[in-house]
């Protein structure tokens, strides 16, 4: 039997008046995902655990079979791997987002506009993040350049330090002063935050990205702290080799400190526009050359729920159907046994900008075992008359063994 996993991140979502009181997936048109629903298992699953904050590290580990009670160690440590980062069992590992605040003379009285700095590329913000390590790195503070907005900080020494620390995407269009890191030990990260402000403000490459209408990356941004992973390997729990096709640092990390093979596809961005089909060629012939599994993440109905974009979202989820369901179904008869299983991580709500903790819909597609009683429709609302996995890390072991 081969297993293929697609993790449309964020594409839940809830009623919207505009649509008809209809969410983006209900609205979208999704052919292929309606064959597919015909004769699927349909579902609920809730991904974030009682007292877990509901992020896409915590998400993506439930999804993938891991108990995040278990095996949640935070977000960063597994973006550190991703990037071929060793990391101490002292080390404390942080997200560091380019961001773009407003002018407002004090920092603590900036706005956040944009927790992306417009989708900065990488080659810009890997200068600017090397600027910030020459200017502020040190033996105990290093700065590493990661993809687009995303970087990475390594703290030494500091496992144990009391810190709280607020995600970005969080906070748009909010005053920042109240969420600035806080805690016994924040004065180190407070003091950074704010000299970055004063060094990339007037960069060069912000100066050019004002001239051409591009939000600027005008100070760093910490949050997604974390310690070394240990985690048992996915075939050691579920008996299957396997795959992770990603673009983003996060769920690269995830699938190697699984032990999967992590597969890079050219223009795969983790943005909205992506290399949707090259993912899907991608993990059909990992199948194809002998894997067992192959966990597929795709980014973009995430990145359009925190940008509050309904037109990208909807788009988003129709590319998905059509460039990545849609060759799954082209090529079913090159498979001799196929399950798949569609399902997003968390919502991300176009209303509130940020991911919310609500159980998220699932289908999963037998190709040679049709349910002949099956709900017959993906979405969220069709979801809620199926079965329900109330620990959604269980849901991966039903997947496998279909009971």
């Known amino acids: 039997m081969k297993y293929l996993l697609i993790l449309a991140d964020g594409m839940a979502d809830y009623e919207i008046a505009e649509l008809g009181n209809q969410t983006p997936l209900e609205y979208a048109q999704t052919p292929n995902m309606d064959i597919l629903a015909r004769t699927s298992i349909i579902g609920k699953a809730a991904t974030i655990p009682e007292g877990f904050p509901p992020g896409s590290d915590v998400a993506n580990l439930a999804v993938m079979g891991y108990d995040p009670r278990i095996y949640y160690t935070g977000r960063s440590p597994l973006e550190a791997v991703s990037m071929g980062i060793e990391l101490s069992d002292t080390d404390l590992a942080l997200r560091c987002n380019l961001v773009t605040l407003s002018d407002d003379e004090d920092y603590q009285n900036k706005t956040m506009l944009d927790y992306s700095s417009g989708e900065i590329t990488s080659a810009e913000s890997a200068v600017l993040i090397k600027t910030l390590q020459e200017k502020l790195g040190s033996e105990e503070i290093k700065f590493h350049p990661g993809i687009s907005y995303r970087h990475l900080v390594v703290w030494k020494n500091a496992l144990g330090k009391r810190i709280m620390l607020t995600p970005p995407h969080d906070i748009t269009d909010r005053i920042i002063g109240e969420y600035l890191p806080a805690g016994k030990d924040n004065a180190i990260l407070l003091d950074l935050m704010l000299k970055s402000n004063a060094i990339l403000n007037n960069h060069p490459i912000n100066q050019k990205r004002r001239v051409a209408g591009q939000n600027p990356a005008t100070s760093a941004w910490f949050w997604g702290e974390g310690k070394k992973p240990a985690m048992d390997s996915f075939e050691s729990l579920y008996g299957l080799k396997g795959s992770v096709v990603a673009a983003v640092d996060l769920v690269k990390g995830l699938g190697i400190s699984a032990g999967l ?143």
């Not at 983790?270 to 980014?299: P, S, W």
């Not at 995430?302 to 509050?308: K, L, V």
């Not at 998905?320 to 799954?328: C, K, L, N, S, W």
């Not at 049709?370 to 849901?395: C, R, T």
């Open 261 to 403: 093979k992590s597969i890079d596809v050219e223009g795969a961005t983790g943005a909205i526009e992506t290399n949707f089909a090259g993912k899907a060629r991608a993990a059909l012939d990992e199948l194809k050359r002998g894997q067992d599994f192959v966990y597929v993440h795709i980014e973009s109905p995430d990145e359009s729920g925190h940008q509050g974009s309904l037109k990208h979202k909807i788009w988003s989820i129709e590319q998905i159907d059509r460039e990545v369901v849609g060759m799954v179904i082209d090529e079913l008869d090159q498979f001799e046994d196929l399950r798949v299983m569609i399902i997003p991580d968390h919502p991300t709500p176009l209303s509130i900008r940020t991911h919310s903790r609500e159980p998220v819909p699932f289908m999963i597609f037998d190709k040679n075992n049709p349910v002949p009683d099956s709900i017959g429709i993906y979405n969220e609302k069709s979801a809620d008359n199926g079965m329900f996995f109330l620990e959604g890390y269980q849901l991966m072991d039903f997947f496998i063994k279909g009971k």
